[in-house]
């Protein structure tokens, strides 16, 4: 099967939370050099705190966009991973925003988490057929095996 019409709305939502890493990542460094120069300025204590908060900030912000630079050779070779499986808890009902994400269980003992953009509801128990990137869960709905019909 060719899966060629879900890799855009993929790569927006994978290249989209990329990008906000990396203008996230840039405020931060921004907000550090101010703050030692102010540290320079004033010694004091407040500027110190400030600094070891943003230092963690950036720490974090690292840690948490490793996933997304592991995707990188999968996105550029379009390896994709087609899984069926059952939505497991987070129900999506009246949520609105652009990108949801759910539970998402493909077999016994195996469970993550997925992110799918602009999808209809979503129920504990409905079955789906998804295509997704393997370390950040980012991908797209091909079907729903059960459940209410998809629109």
Do not use: C, W
Request: proline share 6%; net charge negative; charged share 15%.
């Amino acid at each position: 099967m060719d899966y060629s019409p879900y890799y855009p709305s993929i790569l927006y939502l994978y290249f989209g939370t990329l990008a906000a890493f990396f203008v996230g990542f840039g405020l931060l460094i921004y907000g550090e050099i101010y703050l030692i120069q102010q540290i320079k300025e004033f010694k004091s204590l407040l500027s110190v705190l400030f600094f070891v908060v943003l230092f963690a900030a950036i720490v974090s912000v690292s840690l948490l966009s490793v996933d997304y630079f592991k995707d990188i050779p999968n996105v550029i070779r379009n390896n994709y991973i087609v899984a069926t499986g059952t939505a497991e808890g987070n129900d999506s009902a009246g949520q609105e925003p652009d990108a949801r994400g759910f539970r998402f269980k493909p077999g016994v003992g195996e469970e993550f988490y997925i992110r799918i953009p602009s999808y209809p509801q979503v129920y504990h128990g409905d079955r789906f057929e998804v295509i997704y990137l393997p370390h950040t869960g980012v991908g797209a709905i091909i079907q729903k095996l059960e459940g209410e019909e998809l629109p």
